[in-house]
């Protein structure tokens, strides 16, 4: 484990890796009848899977969907619109949508079908929300993201770990 990653002792398993304190309002909420939708999978998938009550999970990485039993997606189009096509198929809104993982320049296009969706009163996280260290995901690359935050007058929250120079992550209410 490194510095950035902190054990839940409840089940002995890591913490989604989301800012230190987007994790302390993380766990105040109840999520065991919860179903998730992760838009990139991995250790925080274990978590979510031992804490909800059901868990979809994709990545564009073969290797690690093998390794994590995710379902491989490698088509941007396919893998933006995914949780807004299994609703429909399924007749299953979300309660909870992470937008994280990789290629990090497909995560501006993915809010639109998160909305689409989640369920009211549901929560959306976005990780590394603005982060200049990963220039990819830096100040200026989130206009889709940040169009419709403002257009639909989404309430959200920014949660920042202090001893990180820019590590944020983004908790919108739904």
């Not at 766990?27 to 979809?56: A, C, H, M, P, Q």
Request: glycine share 4%; with cysteine.
């Amino acid at each position: 484990m490194n510095e950035w990653q902190k054990l839940d002792h409840t089940n002995n398993l890591i913490y989604p890796w989301y800012s230190f304190e987007a994790l302390e309002n993380l766990k105040t909420w109840d999520v065991k009848k919860w179903t998730v939708f992760e838009y990139g999978g991995g250790y925080s998938t274990l978590w979510w899977r031992d804490k909800s009550n059901k868990v979809i999970s994709i990545d564009n990485n073969l290797k690690w969907c093998n390794k994590m039993n995710l379902i491989h997606i490698n088509n941007k189009k396919s893998y933006i619109e995914y949780p807004y096509v299994y609703s429909k198929k399924y007749n299953e809104k979300f309660d909870c949508i992470i937008i994280d993982g990789e290629p990090c320049e497909w995560r501006d296009f993915c809010l639109e079908y998160a909305i689409k969706s989640i369920n009211k009163g549901g929560k959306i996280i976005i990780d590394n929300w603005k982060q200049d260290t990963i220039p990819i995901l830096g100040s200026n690359n989130w206009p889709n993201t940040e169009k419709i935050i403002i257009d639909k007058k989404l309430h959200y929250n920014i949660y920042k770990t202090p001893s990180h120079p820019d590590w944020k992550t983004i908790i919108i209410d739904c």
